[in-house]
């Protein structure tokens, strides 16, 4: 049997599975829908979108038309920063729902802690949202301490995961010592550092070691952090490969060697961002 066919056990962190298949960029309806299905297809339980990614329709029909139980899928979508006050939150939102063809998504995050989001107005949203059984979890992405900090407050309890830009090259030590502290899960997203990670010479001496691909030793250094990553793919090839980095166990040698990079390589830095 290939390594590609090979069948795993995804493991999860707190219910979510820590492999899942991102959306960002693929923006072509019939090619998105496609991809979503030959991940599920393959073995994949957990797929993620955004309102601004413009995919959430192409998302819904790929879980449709795969052969599995919806309520087997973690399903997470974002809401945009313009969308971010708490009337906003909840029409966005369920126009999102309408737009996956689902009746709740299993994570809904602040997309970035910009635009119209306030954290007293906009969690308490999202919170209303829970209590109506539309949402299940209340998650933040691209938040640093102190919006986790001020979410926290603001919900009463600590957000259930806070999902930033992570791979070797990024490795976000601070958040995942906060992460660790404060009972957040992190969610990496542009694990693969949008390709920088296959033309670096020490994770390329790793997957040689071990006869596999640059993206996986990324994406089991990030799940041997305690962190879920979800790769963008498209094609049922690197579905396949990123979906084979679960059978890959690294070495205490290997994780040294990542964790030694000393690069801070960021690939996403808008304008409307935090101060990193």
């Known amino acids: 049997m290939s390594q590609e066919s ?3 056990d995804v493991p999860t962190n707190d219910g979510m599975p820590v492999l899942g298949l991102g959306t960002w960029e693929n923006d072509d309806p019939a090619q998105c829908a496609e991809s ?22 192409a998302v819904g029909e790929g ?17 945009w920063i313009e969308n971010l006050a708490p009337e906003d939150v909840a029409a966005s939102t369920r126009e999102s729902l309408q737009k996956l063809d689902t009746e709740y998504v299993d994570l809904l995050y602040v997309h970035w802690p910009a635009g119209a989001y ?21 998650g933040v992405s691209n938040f640093e301490p102190e919006h986790l900090d001020a979410a926290t407050d603001a919900l009463g309890e600590a957000p259930f995961a ?19 502290a404060n009972d957040v899960e ?35 250094w990030l799940r041997e952090s305690g962190v879920t990553a979800i790769p963008k793919a498209t094609g049922a090839d690197h579905i396949a ?30 304008d409307f961002g935090p101060d990193w």
């Open 63 to 79: 879980i449709a038309a795969a052969d599995v139980d919806r309520d087997d899928v973690f399903l997470a979508t974002k809401v």
């Open 6 to 8: 090979r069948s795993f």
């Open 162 to 180: 806070n999902q930033v830009e992570m791979h070797p090259l990024l490795r976000q030590e601070e958040l995942r010592a906060y992460a660790d």
């Open 36 to 57: 979503v299905t030959t991940a599920l297809e393959t073995g994949y339980r957990h797929v993620d979108t955004a309102q601004i990614y413009g995919n959430e329709a």
């Open 118 to 138: 306030d954290p007293a107005e906009t969690l308490p949203a999202f919170a209303e949202l829970r209590d109506d059984g539309l949402i299940d979890r209340i």
């Open 186 to 220: 992190l969610v990496a997203y542009s694990p693969l550092a949008r390709g920088e990670i296959l033309d670096d010479p020490a994770v390329g001496e790793i997957a040689e070691k071990h006869g596999v691909s640059a993206a996986q030793v990324s994406l089991a």
């Open 241 to 270: 490969d990123n979906w084979a980095s679960l059978g890959l166990e690294l070495d205490d040698e290997d994780i040294e060697t990542i964790d030694d990079l000393g690069r801070t390589d960021r690939q996403l830095n808008p």
